[in-house]
């Protein structure tokens, strides 16, 4: 995880975004937790993806709403896979609704 050039790409729009003053909202969908499980991906493995993502973030001064209260939360993801279900819609929602409003996005 920590070797992954998504970490670069990342960081290169960061980058970007802030030099364009943009002030975005970024979305952390939860890792399928019973999914890694059974694949090995112990909880901690897990958050050291979830610490890794909230710092980098961070540091850019950028709002991030995770979702890593429902990395083990089975409704929340279709198939406990990559997808929302109407639940995990739910929260997203909300949490758009809430930036666009002005409100502290809600996980």
Same mark, same amino acid.
């Given at each position: ?5 998504? +970490?670069? =790409?990342?960081?290169?729009?960061? $980058?970007?975004?802030? $030099? @364009? ?11 399928? &937790? =019973?999914?890694?499980? $059974?694949? &090995? ?15 980098? @973030?961070? $540091? ?8 890593? &209260? ?18 995990? +819609? ?7 609704? =809430?930036?666009?409003? &002005? ?5």
């Amino acid at each position: 995880m920590n070797a992954s050039a998504a +970490w670069i =790409d990342l960081e290169l729009l960061l $980058r970007t975004l802030t $030099r @364009v003053h943009a002030s975005p909202l970024l979305f952390s969908m939860p890792i399928a &937790g =019973d999914l890694y499980d $059974r694949k &090995g991906v112990s909880r901690s493995a897990r958050e050291d993806y979830y610490i890794k993502l909230r710092a980098l @973030v961070q $540091r850019y001064h950028f709002r991030l709403v995770e979702f890593e &209260g429902h990395d083990e939360d089975s409704p929340f993801l279709y198939r406990h896979q990559s997808h929302l279900t109407a639940k995990g +819609w739910i929260y997203y929602d909300r949490a758009l609704d =809430d930036f666009f409003h &002005g409100r502290a996005p809600r996980s």
